[in-house]
């Protein structure tokens, strides 16, 4: 695919006919009929996204094709070291989120353009021709690329989630035809709070501060002063984010921008499948080891309220958001806080009761022990639950593989999954109150136009069990590719696997029984 021919000859004839007719913060009578509803905002408008290629901008692609009547989306791109953006942009469209668009209208999947391009890189790594389209005729911009790395080290982590803010928002200002700015944070940008409002907070160090430092200090001595940089944050990401926030309050107090700010994102509700997801990180990941019966033991204090949020529930956040800021036409930045604690709560226990059932109701063929676990606190129990029940059963079984021929890989995915959860451990053994003064707003908002049906956000919708029974099944069909017709095999093998795994518990204690007669009898 050739980039340039593709903007220059598909997308400059088109926008002679649909350039949209106004400016940012300079709209006229017409514009704002123009806005009356999400259907006449988006009719015609060309769009910027960023983080396209991830989990959450994915959903955001597919609804804005599948539920706006856009003219073009331009998707900014980088290129990997064994990818080309070709290759991305051809895997981007093969992706199965698009699977109703393609039955339905293939033809809208035209509507979507590559531009090389990278949040990391001065100028967003973009070329001149490139960018001087995008400031002529984009009207919105989502901003969701940033690393989600936990222990993404701090230089890496300023880069791209606080100067790529910084360089979005330069971008931004120089478009002659901006309506509408979405930045996506994240709910725990303010960890070291246990109350949060719809504010931006600041922190002691400031962020040109933390920019200077990345820049002149070498990566061993940003090592060493990392933790007292971040205070009370747990790890680089919460902290960038929040630094990212400060630079929109900053320098983005001319934009129509707003912060969209959602907790854990967990597999979609309905759009664009019940039970989507495309990766095995953080909850996902934990969910498909207890469901594989790998993971018995989580540290967790199960008696707080886990705050999880569907993915289409965010991407109908930033919709209804970006339709609002052309709407309400007001200076402050709006911050959403995109949760479901406050007004729709579950409990880590209940969350893991709706787990633990489900693995039963609907094994994958590739389970490997009766699903079972415990939440526990205490994490000198968990170490030694770990160590029998996690590490020793992944070398036995690396040891078969091993003897078959095979490549011992179990040991190697445990260790990811045990990552993963040491860094989650922070997010479960606390709690916060996210206040939601703006959600709801937004909410009511939208049921008032009517069009809290197709782009609801209202959390209260969602049935806690029936919700974590489809992510399952997502985790089965879209991670596992395991598909429904192995189920019954499935099942049988998850029986024996009960009564073997029965069979072990009665015998580990008949045999302890015997040691501790026997040691009497001594």
């Not at 939601?436 to 919708?461: C, M, P, Y």
């Not at 029974?469 to 069909?477: F, V």
């Amino acid at each position: 695919m050739n980039f340039h021919s593709c903007v220059e000859l598909k997308i400059y004839t088109k926008m002679a006919t649909t350039k949209v007719e106004f400016n940012s913060g300079h709209a006229h009578d017409k514009d704002y009929l123009r806005g009356k509803t999400i259907d006449e905002f988006f009719a015609g408008t060309m769009i910027l996204l960023t983080g396209a290629t991830g989990f959450l901008g994915k959903a955001l692609l597919e609804k804005l094709l599948h539920s706006c009547p856009v003219a073009a989306i331009f998707v900014l791109i980088r290129p990997k070291k064994d990818k080309t953006i070709e290759q991305r942009f051809e895997e981007l469209l093969n992706d199965p989120v698009f699977d109703k668009i393609r039955s339905e209208f293939p033809s809208t999947l035209k509507k979507i353009f590559p531009v090389k391009g990278d949040v990391g890189l001065p100028e967003l790594g973009l070329q001149p021709k490139d960018r001087d389209m995008l400031l002529q005729n984009v009207n919105i911009v989502f901003h969701s690329a940033a690393t989600v790395r936990f222990d993404e080290p701090l230089k890496i982590a300023v880069n791209l989630n606080v100067i790529g803010t910084d360089r979005i928002l330069d971008l931004c200002r120089r478009m002659t035809n901006l309506t509408s700015v979405i930045h996506v944070s994240t709910a725990y940008s303010n960890v070291d709070r246990r109350e949060i409002e719809e504010l931006i907070y600041t922190t002691k160090v400031k962020p040109h501060t933390v920019i200077r430092m990345c820049e002149i200090l070498n990566d061993k001595m940003l090592k060493i002063i990392e933790k007292e940089l971040i205070g009370q944050h747990p790890n680089t990401y919460t902290f960038t984010k929040n630094l990212a926030e400060q630079i929109i309050k900053d320098n983005g107090k001319d934009l129509p921008i707003a912060i969209i700010r959602p907790s854990i994102i967990g597999a979609a509700n309905k759009d664009p499948f019940p039970g989507w997801i495309d990766n095995i990180n953080g909850i996902t990941g934990l969910m498909m080891a207890v469901a594989q019966g790998t993971v018995r033991s989580i540290v967790c204090n199960e008696k707080l309220k886990i705050d999880i949020i569907p993915v289409d529930f965010v991407v109908n956040t930033m919709i209804s958001a970006s339709w609002y800021n052309f709407v309400q036409r007001i200076k402050t930045i709006k911050v959403y806080n995109c949760t479901s604690s406050t007004l729709h709560p579950i409990t880590w226990n209940k969350f893991g009761y709706f787990v633990q059932k489900h693995c039963t109701d609907v094994p994958s063929k590739h389970v490997i022990w009766y699903p079972g676990f415990k939440f526990t606190t205490n994490k000198f129990i968990h170490a030694i639950i770990k160590a029998i029940l996690h590490f020793l059963p992944a070398l036995i079984l690396d040891f078969i593989l091993k003897a078959r021929g095979h490549n011992p890989i179990m040991l190697k995915l445990y260790k990811r999954v045990d990552l993963s959860a040491k860094t989650g451990e922070y997010f479960s053994t606390h709690e916060w109150m996210w206040h939601v003064k703006n959600i709801i707003k937004l909410t009511k908002f939208t049921r008032a136009h009517k069009i809290d049906k197709k782009f609801n956000i209202n959390i209260q919708d969602v049935d806690w069990d029936r919700y974590l029974y489809q992510y399952l099944l997502g985790i089965r069909k879209y991670i596992l590719n395991d598909n429904l017709d192995t189920l019954p095999n499935a099942q049988n093998r998850l029986k024996k696997l009960y009564w073997i795994h029965q069979g072990i518990k009665i015998f580990s204690i008949a045999l302890f029984c015997s040691g501790i007669i026997a040691y009497w009898r001594y």
